[in-house]
């Protein structure tokens, strides 16, 4: 800005202006104009039309809410500190009008943070631009009332009234967010100073989440690319500062998503997969059947998911989270039956989900089966070696009787895995004979006692347990022999799996 100043203008500026007294109190000479440039004066040529009436009204104006962080920035920029007069000084008397800030009306606090952040960055600092936020996140803060104070202020008194009728008095849920549509007038930059001061004061982290999401989602729409951006890192930055249980799941993939199409920094998508890994738990198959990157061949984006339940892993060691391992253990489980279909997705991408999770984890395997065999199904080219790194993860124990019954007669798996699977049906069927053997001795010896002690009193009772017991001797006989035809079945099945073998590598060589 440039400015003109006559030999009038000059004693008047400098009255008021120690900038002015030092530039032009060494000039020496009667009559002289001068011309002065300043860079980056705040407001422009309004700003220093607000200073010069104040000056030219020996010190007097009128400072209300839309002009006093004007006034105050140019105060600061010209040294208006009244050269030692505390009643000419407009650095005081904008700090002093600012103690009433507390009747000022919402309207009010919004027009003077409008005009603060159109000041930005020279209020970026500025104690009185705390000073009203402070000010409006205690009105925020404040859950019994619905809607923004009604108050007024002038020069002479103080009005202060409140709307207390009951029948304005929304639901919960609005007087928590009533104030969510006022602020999206406000910039991202001074969104980050006030979501700060927010967390600082310790205003409810969920709420703060939800306008975040709300000023992230409204902001975006019609924004430039370069401004989406801008707005994603900030926001994304500052719900890292949040506790994660007020975060929702949801919201965090609906912000990855826009994230995605804007190819934000990785330090920033790397630090919203953290907020998504910490709320698996929260996620259905839908959220994580994201498609791929761009020109992979593989339908879903398999990394992501491999990221995100590694970042859910390290959210270990609270009480809650036994059972939020068991929901995200569900969901892996049918995320692993949704992608195993597809072609392009190499063997150890699948087995590297597949043991993703500790095997405590999982109490049954069934799901992870039914992948495995969907998998080999569609790759069914894999070599033998490829097809047992697959299946190396499966806990046959942890199998149901109809999988492992199932898995013995799969010709898709791996001879050495079906082989285990005949083992331990094996094993199971033996524990079972074994207990019913230990079970039928038991009553045996007290039925032996029983008819010591009342010999030729044998009621209808003891006829039922009785029969009971003979048809357990037929079950566990039926048991044995079942095990004989899984045994020899197991022998079969090896023999025409080596003879298969042995046939291929006697085959003639038809091509050179």
């Not at 890292?240 to 609906?254: A, I, N, W, Y």
């Not at 038991?442 to 008819?451: I, V």
């Not at 029969?467 to 001797?473: K, P």
Request: charged share 20%.
């Amino acid at each position: 800005m440039t400015l003109l100043c006559h030999t009038y203008l000059q004693r008047i500026l400098m009255s008021f202006s120690s900038l002015f007294s030092k530039l032009f109190g060494d000039l020496k000479g009667t009559v002289r104009n001068l011309k002065v440039i300043f860079n980056e004066f705040p407001g422009g040529a309004k700003g220093f039309e607000l200073m010069a009436m104040f000056c030219y009204d020996n010190g007097r104006t009128m400072i209300t809410p839309s002009n006093i962080f004007l006034l105050n920035s140019a105060a600061h920029f010209l040294e208006m500190d009244g050269n030692g007069s505390s009643r000419h000084s407009l650095i005081d008397q904008t700090e002093k009008s600012l103690k009433g800030i507390n009747f000022w009306t919402w309207s009010e606090l919004l027009e003077a943070l409008k005009q603060c952040q159109d000041l930005l960055p020279a209020t970026k600092s500025s104690v009185m631009l705390q000073y009203i936020l402070d000010c409006l996140i205690g009105r925020i803060a404040l859950p019994s009332i619905a809607s923004p104070y009604t108050c007024s202020s002038d020069s002479s008194s103080f009005q202060f009234s409140c709307d207390t009728s009951i029948n304005s008095l929304k639901s919960s849920s609005s007087q928590l967010t009533w104030w969510f549509e006022d602020l999206l007038l406000l910039n991202v930059d001074l969104i980050d100073k006030l979501i700060k001061t927010m967390v600082s004061l310790k205003v409810n982290h969920a709420t703060i989440y939800k306008f975040l999401f709300y000023y992230h989602k409204s902001r975006c729409i019609g924004a430039a690319t370069a401004e989406k951006c801008k707005i994603t890192e900030v926001v994304i930055n500052l719900l890292s500062l949040l506790d994660r249980s007020s975060l929702s799941c949801k919201g965090l993939f609906e912000i990855y998503r826009v994230a995605l199409g804007l190819r934000i920094s990785k330090f920033y998508r790397n630090n919203l997969e953290s907020l998504m890994g910490s709320q698996l738990d929260q996620a259905t198959i839908d959220y994580l059947l994201a498609p791929s990157p761009h020109r992979r061949a593989y339908f879903y984006d398999v990394n992501l998911v491999l990221r995100l339940v590694q970042a859910f892993l390290l959210e270990g060691g609270s009480l809650s989270f036994t059972s939020r391992l068991k929901k995200v253990t569900n969901l892996l489980d049918s995320y692993l039956v949704e992608v195993a279909p597809d072609s392009h997705l190499k063997p150890s991408k699948f087995t590297a989900l597949v043991l993703l999770l500790p095997d405590y984890a999982r109490a049954s395997y069934d799901r992870v089966y039914q992948a495995m065999d969907l998998f080999l199904e569609v790759h069914a080219g894999l070599c033998e070696e490829e097809k047992r790194s697959v299946c190396c993860a499966l806990n046959h124990e942890k199998l149901s009787e109809e999988a492992l019954k199932d898995l013995s007669r799969n010709s898709k798996f791996p001879s050495q895995t079906v082989q285990k699977a005949l083992t331990t049906q094996q094993s199971m069927i033996k524990c079972s004979l074994s207990d019913t053997h230990h079970l039928l001795t038991f009553c045996d010896s007290l039925f032996c006692s029983n008819t010591k002690e009342n010999l030729g009193k044998e009621d209808s009772e003891t006829k039922k347990l009785r029969a009971d017991l003979q048809g357990m001797h037929w079950k566990m006989m039926g048991l044995e022999k079942v095990c004989g035809a899984m045994q020899t079945e197991m022998a079969n099945i090896m023999r025409s799996r080596l003879s298969i073998l042995g046939n291929a590598r006697s085959l003639p060589k038809l091509c050179s």
